[in-house]
C-alpha cells in the first residue's frame, strides 16, 4: 500500500508541507497519490541513523549481507503485479519493459549476494614480514577493501527500477557494506516507495540494522542538495543529465570535507560505418538502427545519438533508408510530459544550427506525450565547427555525420566529449585497415561494439558502464556489474597487527577460505 511518506530507516513519516504527485503520461493524467517531501529535520534524522547503523553493518559478514540482497530480492518478486502496476502508471513504459526491468534488478541483487558471500571481492592483500632482512627488517603489512561511510544514490528517470531504489548503485552499496539513503525520484515515487518497502522488510527479516536504508521523497533539487552537504554522507550515486550530475560533484568537492560523486551523465554513443559494411548491408543497418534508435522512445542512456560514416553513395542510400525505416515504426509514450518538453526543446535547438538538414521528422498525428523520431544528417566539417551539434538528444533523434575522408572522421571522434559506448559496423576484417580510428575511439569512450547495437546492457562481471567524463564523473569505475561495488569502498591497511585481532580475511588461517595475494601469488592456502 502506497502512503507517499518518506521512510526514515523503518519509520514512515511525513512532516512536510510540500507536496506532490506523480503522473501517468499514457493517460495525460496526475495519478492520485500525494507525496510529502522530506523535511530538514527528516533527512537529519535519517543521515545520522545510517551514520549509526554503519558502525555496524560495516562489519557484518560477506554472508549476512548476502542473506539481506536475497530478501530484497524475494520481497520485490513478492509485490508482484501491484509493482507493475504502479511502474507502468507512472512512466508509460509497457507491462513487458516493466517486468524485465524487474528481472534485472533481481538479477544485480543476486549477483552481489553471491559476490560477497564468496568473498575474495575484497582483495586481500598480505606480505608477510621478514625480521631478518638487513639493513632494516621488513613489517608484517595486509590490506582489504573496506566501506566508505552511508551512501546517498539518486533515483533515475529512465529506470525507475535497475538504477532506482534498489538499482545497481543501491545494491553495490549494501554489499560494499554501505547504509544508503535513496533520493527517491519524484516521476516514480510510487514506484520507489514500493521498492523501500520491500528494502525495510528484508532489512527486518535478516536483522539489520535500523537505518541502513531511507527512501526521502523530493519533487525539488533542495533535498538532494542537502544530503550531498551533509557532513556525515560519505558518497554520493546518480545516474541523469550533465547538468544535474555536475552540480552534485561541484558541490561536493566544496564540503570541508569532500566526497566521491560517481554520476553517469549524457552520452551520445557514437556509430561508425566503414565503407564496405555500409556498401553490402545498407537496407539490413538501417532497419537495424531504426528498431535501436526508436527503442525505449530513445530514453536509453545508450542510445546511437551519432552516426558516423564517410561520404558518397552507400552512406547517401543508408540515410535515405534509415529515414524511411524509422519513420514507419509507431511513435511511443516518453517518461513524463517534462521529459517529452525538453526532447522537443532540444531538438529545436539541433535543427536550427545553420547546416544541419532534417532527413526525416515523423508527421503523422500522435498522442499527447509520444515523440516524434526524427533523422537529421550534417557534413563533417560543419559538425566539426559546431560544438552544440555534438549534444545530446534525449529520445529518438539521431544525427548523421558524412565525413570527408577516414582521416576527418579521426578527427571528428577525437573531439567528441567521453561517451559510454562507441560502435563499430565493420565488414570480415575491414576494421583492420583503421587502427588509429579504432584507437582514438577508444580514448573516449568505455565500451566498444563490433556488429552491434549499444542498446542493452549485459549486467556481468566484465562490462564498463562508464567512460571518459561527462560519460561519468570517474572512468575507473563502472556502474553495471559487480565491480561496480570498487566505486563504494577504499583500501586500507594493517602493520604489524596480532593475527587474531585481524579481519577474518586477513587472518593467516584464512577461515573465510577466499582469493589472497600473498607475498605476490594468489592462492587459498593459510599461512604458516
Keep these: 500500500m502506497i502512503t507517499g511518506k518518506n521512510y526514515i530507516g523503518s519509520t514512515l513519516s511525513a512532516l512536510g508541507k510540500t507536496t506532490y504527485t506523480t503522473f501517468n503520461p499514457e493517460l495525460n493524467k496526475e495519478n492520485s497519490t500525494v507525496f510529502t517531501e522530506a523535511t530538514i529535520n527528516e533527512i537529519n534524522d535519517a543521515v545520522s541513523l545510517a551514520s549509526k547503523a554503519f558502525k555496524e553493518y560495516s562489519t557484518i559478514a560477506g554472508k549476512q549481507k548476502a542473506t539481506f540482497l536475497n530478501a530484497i530480492a524475494d520481497e520485490i518478486l513478492a509485490l508482484d503485479d501491484e509493482l507493475i502496476k504502479m511502474y507502468c502508471s507512472e512512466t508509460g513504459l509497457p507491462e513487458g519493459r516493466a517486468k524485465g526491468e524487474r528481472g534485472r534488478t533481481i538479477n544485480q541483487l543476486r549477483s552481489f549476494a553471491d559476490l560477497v558471500s564468496e568473498g575474495s571481492w575484497v582483495a586481500a592483500t598480505i606480505d608477510t614480514a621478514i625480521t631478518n632482512r638487513e639493513p632494516v627488517p621488513k613489517s608484517d603489512i595486509r590490506k582489504m577493501n573496506i566501506p566508505l561511510g552511508p551512501v ?269 559506448t562507441g560502435t563499430v559496423i565493420s565488414d570480415k576484417n575491414e576494421v583492420a585497415n583503421y587502427p588509429t580510428i579504432i584507437s582514438a575511439l577508444q580514448n573516449r569512450v568505455g565500451r566498444i561494439i563490433f556488429n552491434g547495437v549499444p542498446t542493452g546492457v549485459e549486467v556481468c562481471p566484465s562490462m564498463v558502464h562508464g567512460g571518459p567524463y561527462p560519460a561519468s564523473t570517474d572512468s575507473r569505475f563502472t556502474a553495471v556489474g559487480i565491480h561496480a561495488i570498487k566505486r563504494w569502498v577504499r583500501p586500507f591497511s594493517y602493520q604489524d597487527w596480532p593475527n587474531e585481532l585481524l579481519p577474518d580475511e586477513l587472518k593467516n588461517e584464512n577461515p573465510l577460505v577466499i582469493l589472497r595475494t600473498v607475498n605476490g601469488s594468489i592462492t587459498k592456502q593459510q599461512i604458516l
Design 152 to 420: 546517498v544514490v539518486f533515483g533515475a528517470s529512465n529506470f525507475p527500477l535497475a538504477y532506482s531504489t534498489a538499482g545497481g548503485d543501491t545494491a553495490a552499496a549494501f554489499a560494499a557494506g554501505c547504509p544508503v539513503i535513496v533520493k527517491s525520484h519524484p516521476m516514480h515515487a510510487g514506484t520507489g516507495e514500493l521498492i523501500a518497502s520491500a528494502i525495510i522488510k528484508a532489512a527486518k527479516k535478516t536483522g539489520m540494522p535500523n537505518g541502513v536504508f531511507s527512501n526521502l521523497n523530493s519533487s525539488g533539487i533542495e533535498v538532494g542538495q542537502q544530503l550531498v552537504a551533509h557532513p556525515k554522507v560519505k558518497a554520493v550515486g546518480f545516474t541523469g543529465s550533465i547538468k544535474g550530475g555536475r552540480a552534485l560533484f561541484d558541490l561536493a568537492a566544496k564540503r570541508e570535507e569532500p566526497i566521491p560523486v560517481f554520476a553517469e551523465m549524457g552520452s551520445v554513443n557514437p556509430v561508425i560505418l566503414f565503407p564496405k559494411a555500409l556498401k553490402n548491408r545498407t537496407e539490413t543497418l538501417a532497419t537495424t538502427y531504426a528498431n535501436s534508435i526508436t527503442v525505449g522512445t530513445g530514453q536509453f542512456c545508450t542510445n546511437p545519438g551519432l552516426i558516423l560514416g564517410i561520404k558518397g553513395t552507400h552512406l547517401s542510400k543508408f540515410i535515405t533508408n534509415l529515414g524511411q525505416k524509422i519513420v514507419a515504426i509507431n511513435p511511443s509514450c516518453m517518461l513524463h510530459p517534462n521529459i517529452i518538453k525538453a526532447y522537443e526543446s532540444n531538438k529545436q535547438t539541433a535543427i536550427t544550427q545553420k547546416g544541419l538538414t532534417v532527413v526525416v521528422d515523423y508527421e503523422n498525428e500522435i498522442q499527447s506525450n509520444y515523440a516524434p523520431q526524427i533523422i537529421t544528417t550534417v557534413q563533417g566539417e560543419t559538425f566539426l565547427d559546431n560544438p552544440k551539434l555534438h549534444q545530446e538528444v534525449f529520445g529518438p533523434f539521431s544525427m548523421v555525420v558524412q565525413c570527408e575522408n577516414a582521416i576527418q572522421l579521426e578527427k571528428i571522434i577525437s573531439t567528441l566529449e567521453g561517451q559510454l
